[in-house]
């Protein structure tokens, strides 16, 4: 019988299958789904730096005249009319940790390394496993280059994890103009994992309304290949794990991930698709091939096909289809 047994992030995890961050983590009850179904761990909903910050310009009003403290005026910002947001997201940590088993990975959304950071450590309090910092920089800003922007991710993380105990893992998109340096470079900082790549808001055109419209919000089997390729890449050239994500579908992309060197795969749409029972089709089809092939453990073949140890490296580097699809079969 197969064993998935996993360390991710210093913790223990039964099966290297984490459930991502988005609504389906955002409740104790479907976090009790999610850990009936299997997942080997799940990452909460994000708390958003916009919401933290909109809650401290109001904690702020409410204290005009008085000196400005952070951590400690949560304790008395006891007001009666609706519980905020943060107040909300601790509950949810406190009540997870004591509903299910599984490691609970909180989530933070943030671009600055501000003002917040106290929050950090009000979420180890609440008994956090980890924390999983939800980053992203558009570079889009003209006036900041891409030394500025990196800055701002290591800021980030160094302020982070100088206030908390528990470990820290940065999940970032693919937008950095030297991205396998960039990887490596945050990795060498005090985090434990980078996971790769988000998936974000796309836009879209309607093109008979005339007006900007969504794209597809949940991905699609055939997203996997970009998170692929950079985890064959980065994978023994990290000082730390890796978690893949965007587009593992199935019990058979788990594999390739962790096959190209991943240490856990986190998968959203794929739960919004068929619901948190699908996890436990994904880990059968996992421990079949397991078996098929005669790996006892998830170590036996992680990173088997890694750039690293690949027979043939250049495969992850190919970029242009060149001869390689001069066969390809056109439309007459
Ligand atoms: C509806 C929805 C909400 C999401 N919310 C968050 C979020 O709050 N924080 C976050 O870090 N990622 C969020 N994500 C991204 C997922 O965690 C995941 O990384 C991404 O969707 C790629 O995985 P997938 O291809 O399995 O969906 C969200 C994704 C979806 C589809």
Redesign the pocket.
């Known amino acids: 019988m197969a064993n998935l047994e996993t360390i991710y992030l210093g913790l223990k995890l039964k099966n290297p299958i984490v459930a991502?961050?988005?609504?389906?983590t955002g409740s104790v009850e479907d976090i009790q789904k999610l850990e009936k179904a299997g997942a080997g761990a799940v990452?909460l909903?994000?708390l958003?730096e916009e919401e933290i910050q909109m809650e401290m310009e109001q904690m702020k009003q409410q204290m005009t005249g008085k000196p400005y403290v952070y951590p400690e005026t949560m304790d008395y910002m006891d007001e009666p009319v609706e519980e905020d947001q943060v107040r909300k997201y601790l509950r949810l940590i406190k009540e997870a940790k004591s509903a299910v088993n599984i490691p609970i990975i909180a989530?933070i959304?943030c671009v600055s390394s501000q003002k917040w950071t106290y929050l950090a450590s009000e979420i180890e309090k609440a008994g956090a496993d980890a924390i999983?910092l939800?980053m992203f920089i558009l570079p889009t800003d003209f006036s900041r280059s891409s030394v500025d922007n990196e800055k701002i991710y290591h800021d980030v993380v160094n302020q982070v994890s100088s206030e908390i105990d528990i470990p820290v893992a940065a999940?970032v998109s693919y937008y950095f103009s030297d991205l396998g340096p960039a990887l490596r470079r945050l990795s060498e900082t005090r985090i434990s994992g980078l996971?790769l790549?988000?998936?974000?808001f796309a836009p879209d055109i309607d093109i008979d309304d005339m007006k900007v419209t969504n794209g597809h919000?949940?991905?699609s089997p055939s997203?996997?290949h970009l998170s692929l390729r950079w985890v064959a890449i980065m994978a023994n050239r990290v000082e730390c794990d890796i978690a893949a994500?965007?587009?593992?579908?199935s019990g058979r992309d788990v594999i390739k991930q962790l096959l190209a060197g991943a240490d856990v795969v986190?998968?959203?749409?794929?739960?919004?698709r068929n619901g948190a029972t699908y996890i436990a089709e994904m880990l059968q089809e996992v421990e079949s091939w397991m078996d098929k092939h005669k790996y006892a453990t998830v170590e036996d073949f992680r990173g088997r096909l890694a750039q690293e140890k690949s027979t043939n490296p250049a495969a992850w580097e190919r970029a242009q289809f060149m001869r390689h699809f001069s066969h390809f079969v056109r439309h007459k």
Not at 197 to 200: A, E, S, V
Request: without cysteine.
């Open positions: 991502a961050s988005s609504e389906m990452v909903k994000s958003f989530s959304n999983e939800n999940k996971t790549f988000n998936r974000f919000v949940l991905s997203d996997i994500t965007t587009g593992v579908h986190q998968v959203a749409s794929v739960l919004y």
